[in-house]
């Protein structure tokens, strides 16, 4: 059978697989247990963001985030191409419309990773999304862990440690909530609320 060329909805909306949202604190693991997700199920289709934040060592421009200038960002809010944005710990961040529709079009399970302000607005635009919060075992380890990561200093840690309050206490806005103690069992239990195993 010949291969269907991108962008022409050759699945119907109600067969699709729903848009999958995973929020939570920054330092939980969002991204570990993304990354883990993925290399036993590349099918899954991850949104790549636009940021205004500068790359931490190893972060490639298109792999990780498509880092632009205040100005880009500007304009890619002005026109539109954004689903969503949000401004996190002194930084904007948003998700690309154009490639999310089409993968969704195309019936490909996508994973958008975002703040708790991104989510909300993809609930207001995309009801049928569903939204997933990845929790810390305890507050102990959520800073263990963002500080552990080694990536921000001090003071930012202080900002993302303030968002990730709020962030806690809006948990029972999310359809489901995973607490991540084992990167394998929560990967696993994402897997399975996207239908993919
Ligand atoms: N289950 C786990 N047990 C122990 N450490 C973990 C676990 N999951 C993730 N980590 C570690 O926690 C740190 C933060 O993880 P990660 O960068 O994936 O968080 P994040 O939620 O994506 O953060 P951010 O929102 O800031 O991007 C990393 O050093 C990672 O190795
Ligand atoms: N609302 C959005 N939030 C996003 C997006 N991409 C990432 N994020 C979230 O920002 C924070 C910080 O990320 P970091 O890489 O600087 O640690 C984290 O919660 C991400 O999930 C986006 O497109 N929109």
Redesign the pocket.
Known sequence: MAATPRGTSPVPPDVRPRLTVL?GP?GVG?STVVAHMRKEHPEVWLSV???T?KPRPGEQHGVHYFFVSDDEMDKLIANGELL???E??G?R???PRAAVQERLENGEPVLL???L??ARLVRESMPEAQLVFLAPPSWEELVRRLTGRGTEPPEVIERRLDAAKIELAAEPEFDTTLVNTSVEDVARELLALMDVV
Request: charged share 25%; no cysteine; aromatic share 14%.
């Open positions: 929020s920054s969002k963001s636009a940021t934040r969503e944005w949000a996190f710990a930084n961040y948003g998700t990773e975002i703040d302000q991104g």
